[in-house]
């Protein structure tokens, strides 16, 4: 954040990310097991120095030494899914169960901001749907999203100055306990 909480984007010098992300999916006979992972490790490779006026001068301090995670990045991300495929009379039917796993993550890059107003715990959502294809092209599903109503922190941030109003920061939840019925017709 910069002057008065307003969000400022500068060139922070070099950073790195090094990580690995797979995809696997698994089907047997009318069992499908899916699961995408990520694991990022992103950090500065060099100092970010204070910029009075935009000048950068690294003699008046460090806003993030090199080393210094970068922020809004989890290091870890899963998502994995077990869907069943039946027959319910005439109806192609299906349950299917979902899990998404974030692990923690910052919100700023500079570390007196970071540590200000906190990090974004990590936190898993778990979602459940059932439906089916009928015979005239027209699909119906019974879903609920984020079943135990997980209030995972996605991002956190301030509408001023962080140290002079932390008090009255904003949190971006994921989304909350949702249900409902899709129906859909094809032509």
Known sequence: PGANGVGSFVNAGNARVKGIEADIVARLGHFTLS?????????????????????????????????????????????????????LGSIAAFGQVSMLHQSDSTNFLRVRDSNAIGTNPGFSTFDFSFGGKLQNNMTIEFFMQNIFDERGILSRNSQCILLTCLRNGRIYPVKPQQFGIKIGQRF
């Open 35 to 87: 699961a995408a992972g990520a694991y990022n490790d992103a950090k500065l490779t060099t100092p970010f120095c204070n910029m009075p006026n935009g000048v950068v001068r690294c003699d008046l301090g460090l806003n993030a030494a090199a080393g210094t995670r970068l922020p809004t990045q989890p290091r870890f991300k899963v998502t994995t899914t077990a869907r069943y495929d039946f027959d």
